[in-house]
C-alpha cells in the first residue's frame, strides 16, 4: 500500500532564506508523486509531480523536487522564500498500482510560515 | 477556464438533518474524486467514479454517505443524519488521466 509522511508539521522561515519540506514515501508500486500547495480559504494547486522521468523536477513558483529512489524521499524545496509561500504544503502519492483508480493519498501537511 | 466547481461553498446544518453537495467536473474529465479534510490534516479519499460507475468506496464512507454520477458528469455527495463528527471540508476533483487532477474549492460543512 502507499503512504507518505511529511517529517515536519510546521517549519518556519526567514524571507529570503531556503526552503526545504522533507517527504518520504512508501510504495509498492513505481510511484507518482506530487507536491501541493493550500492557501488560506483557497483550493489545491499542483506545484509540481513526478511520474518516472527526470528525478529533478522542476514546479511553478521556482519549487523543485528531487525523486530519490534509495532514500525513498521526495522533498521540496526552493532557493529563496517569499512571504507569498505561506502556506499549508502536501506531499503526495498516486494510488496507480493495479487497481489503477489514480486516487491521490496525501501526507498530514506542512505548514510553512515565512517571516519578514 | 471552466476548473472544477462545487456548490454549496459553505454548510451550516444541525445535526440529524441531511445535507446534497454537488460537484461539476471539468467538462472532458471522466474521472471524479471526493475527499474529506479536517482541520489539520491532509485531504481523506472517500470515493470515486469512472464515468457514472462508482469503482471505489473508502472505509471512511458510512452507510449514511452516499454519492452519485448519474450521467457521468456532476457528482451528488449526500450525507444523512448528520453527525457533529461530519464537520469537515469535503473536496472535488476530476481527471482525465491519472495524474492531471483538478480540485474543486471545497464545500465546508459545520454540524451544530
Known amino acids: 500500500a502507499q503512504s507518505v509522511t511529511q517529517l515536519d508539521s510546521h517549519v518556519s522561515v526567514s524571507e529570503g532564506t531556503p526552503v526545504l519540506l522533507r517527504c518520504n514515501y512508501s510504495s509498492s508500486y513505481s510511484p507518482s508523486l506530487f507536491w501541493y500547495v493550500q492557501h488560506p480559504n483557497k483550493g489545491l494547486q499542483l506545484l509540481l509531480k513526478y511520474t518516472s522521468a527526470a528525478t529533478l523536477v522542476k514546479g511553478i513558483n521556482g519549487f523543485e523536487a528531487e525523486f530519490k529512489k534509495s532514500e525513498t524521499s521526495f522533498h521540496l524545496t526552493k532557493p529563496s522564500a517569499h512571504m507569498s509561500d505561506a502556506a499549508e504544503y502536501f506531499c503526495v502519492v498516486s494510488s496507480d498500482g493495479s487497481s489503477n483508480t489514480g486516487k491521490l493519498i496525501f501526507g498530514q501537511g506542512t505548514t510553512l510560515q515565512v517571516k519578514p | 477556464d471552466t476548473g472544477v466547481s462545487q456548490d454549496p461553498r459553505h454548510k451550516i446544518t444541525k445535526r440529524g438533518q441531511n445535507v446534497t453537495f454537488r460537484c461539476d467536473p471539468i467538462s472532458e474529465h471522466n474521472r471524479l474524486y471526493w475527499y474529506r479534510q479536517t482541520l489539520g490534516q491532509g485531504p481523506e479519499f472517500l470515493t470515486y467514479?469512472?464515468?457514472?460507475?462508482?469503482?471505489?468506496k473508502s472505509r471512511l464512507l458510512s452507510d449514511r454517505f452516499s454519492a452519485e454520477r448519474p450521467k457521468g458528469s456532476f457528482s451528488t455527495l449526500e450525507i444523512q443524519r448528520t453527525e457533529q463528527g461530519d464537520s469537515a471540508m469535503y473536496l472535488c476533483?476530476?481527471?482525465?488521466?491519472?495524474?492531471?487532477f483538478g480540485f474543486g474549492p471545497g464545500t465546508r460543512l459545520t454540524v451544530t
Open positions: 467514479f469512472q464515468n457514472e460507475a462508482q469503482l471505489e
Open positions: 476533483a476530476s481527471s482525465l488521466e491519472v495524474g492531471q
